[in-house]
Structures are given as structure tokens and as C-alpha cells.
């Protein structure tokens, strides 16, 4: 069996459920509003409010329904810019999980790979932040902290888990089909032409950049390519970097396109081709040989 259709249930769906505890825990407690609070000083930083807490924890169980969840931003500035971090930066579970592999394989340093990824987070926020500028208003009330009940607990995640069954599954699935028969047709052996052009630029052999190029239909299915490829810690450094900060995948940027139009999504993937290639060049000019 594909191991892109195993890890929807095995990584994903696991993930999507410890998150959606976590909130619903956080929201009955009382305690959500307050986190949003003590979040609102920090993501001031990069334009955004404590309301953003909530999509960008999601999106590190999976984006597409942490995209759907940005509607309770009010602001369309502010939504602009937690999609576009989400999209861009935030690495869904099944994503980490696999680069953990990907890292422990070709023994790559994890402290260059997070701070690449801060670095990269605190750049694109001032910039986004510095484009669309506009005053930050945040008013959270704050309700009394309360001890959860099991039957409110079990009916948000029945909520979260309903959405993600109906919405981000089918997706999860599809992509991860149409990904399997792309690559066994060979029509990406095409982009091996670019060996000259990838190992100049990016330092990287073309058969990575080809794992770069297809986050734009699933990222968790990215680093599993790397893994079939015989790559040195440094290579495997700047892939992994690259991968990390790239494109919105397929079931993401179908959302994407429902919550903030075409236009959104294109200038999303314009920044993430960017974000993905200055990170590239930038390691590649850094790293020791």
C-alpha cells in the first residue's frame, strides 16, 4: 500500500484528534481566552492578533481545516496574513513526522531546520505586517475558568472531527493517489534536466528539488521521497529547509480558494515559490561544504 494513503490515518488522523482535545479542553476550561491573551503581545510582533491562536495551533495538527478555522478572524488583513503563515511556514503533524525520520536518516542538525523555520516566520510576519499596515484593535472577554465536562469535550471534537471527515479526508486521499500515479508515470523525471541549475543554486540534486515541488500537492509526501534518495547531511539540510517552507498543499489551497478567493491563493503560492527558493540559496551560501 502507497504510504501516502497510510498516513492520513496513521499521522493525520491521530494528530487531528489529540489537537482537537487539546482545544476543547482549553475552550471549556476557560482557559483559550486567556492563552489568546498572553499570545496577543508576541503575534503584535508580526500583525496579529490572540484570535490567531486557535487556526495556527490547528494547523500544527493539519492546515486545511486550521485555514477553515481563521473565519473567527473578523479582520481581513489580519486572516490574510495567519493563512499565509499557515500556508507557508506552519508544518502539519504529518509533515513533522516524517521529517523527523528524514533527519534522524541523514543525520541532519534539527536546531538549523527550527531556526531556519523562526528566522523565516519573524521575516515574512514584519514584511506582511509592514505592507498591509493597520491599526490592531484586540478585545478578548475573559470567562470564568471552570472544570471541562465530558459531554461538551466529545461533542467539539465530534464537531472538529465531523468537518475533518467530510472536508480534509477525501482530499488527503485523493492527493495522495494522483501524487503516486504522477510519480510512477514519470513525467517528473523530466525536471531532472535541472541537475546543473539545482546543485548552482540551491546546492541540492535535481530528484530533490522534484520532492520541493511536489509540497504543492502534498507536503507530508515530499520528505518521503527523500528518504528513497542517497543524499549528504547538507543536501538533506537544505531540502528538508526548503520543503518545510514552501506551498500550500492541494486540500489546503482548495480551502484557501473558498476562504479568501483565487487572488489570495495566487499570491500565497507566489510567496511560498519565494519563501522556498530565497531559503534554498540563502543555506546553500551558508553552509559549510
Known amino acids: 500500500i502507497p504510504e501516502g494513503l497510510i498516513v492520513p490515518f496513521t499521522i493525520v488522523m491521530p494528530a487531528m484528534l489529540m489537537v482537537s482535545i487539546i482545544m476543547a479542553l482549553l475552550e471549556d476550561s476557560g482557559l483559550l481566552p486567556r492563552y489568546s491573551v498572553a499570545f496577543a503581545r508576541v503575534g503584535s510582533l508580526v500583525g496579529i492578533s490572540g484570535e490567531a491562536v486557535i487556526p495556527l495551533s490547528l494547523g500544527f495538527g493539519c492546515r486545511t481545516p486550521a485555514v ?75 470567562p470564568p475558568l471552570r472544570i471541562p465536562t465530558w459531554g461538551n469535550l466529545l461533542n467539539k471534537v465530534k464537531i472538529r472531527f465531523t468537518g475533518f471527515f467530510t472536508e480534509v479526508l477525501p482530499l488527503l486521499l485523493v492527493m495522495s493517489i494522483a501524487v503516486r500515479a504522477l510519480l510512477e508515470s514519470g513525467v517528473l523525471e523530466h525536471l531532472y534536466a535541472l541537475e546543473g541549475i539545482s546543485r548552482t543554486l540551491f546546492g541540492i540534486p535535481a530528484e530533490a528539488l522534484v520532492a520541493v515541488l511536489v509540497t504543492i500537492f502534498q507536503r507530508y509526501l515530499a520528505p518521503l521521497i527523500l528518504l528513497h534518495m542517497t543524499l549528504t547531511p547538507r543536501e538533506a ?45 540563502g543555506l546553500n551560501m551558508v553552509l559549510p561544504l
Open 68 to 142: 477553515v478555522a481563521s473565519r473567527m478572524i473578523t479582520r481581513e488583513r489580519e486572516r490574510f496574513i495567519v493563512i499565509t503563515i499557515l500556508s507557508i511556514v506552519i508544518p502539519c503533524a504529518a509533515t513533522l513526522g516524517i521529517l523527523t525520520s528524514v533527519i534522524a536518516t541523514f543525520h541532519v542538525s534539527p536546531a538549523i531546520i527550527v531556526a531556519t523555520m523562526l528566522i523565516t516566520l519573524v521575516v515574512l510576519g514584519l514584511i506582511l505586517n509592514h505592507l498591509l499596515p493597520q491599526e490592531k484593535l484586540f478585545v478578548c472577554e475573559l
Open 237 to 281: 539540510t537544505i531540502a528538508i529547509a526548503m520543503i518545510s517552507l514552501s506551498l500550500p498543499c492541494l486540500p489546503a489551497a482548495v480551502m484557501i480558494i473558498r476562504e479568501i478567493g483565487a487572488r489570495g491563493l495566487l499570491k500565497i503560492l507566489g510567496m511560498g515559490f519565494l519563501t522556498s527558493f530565497i531559503v534554498g540559496i
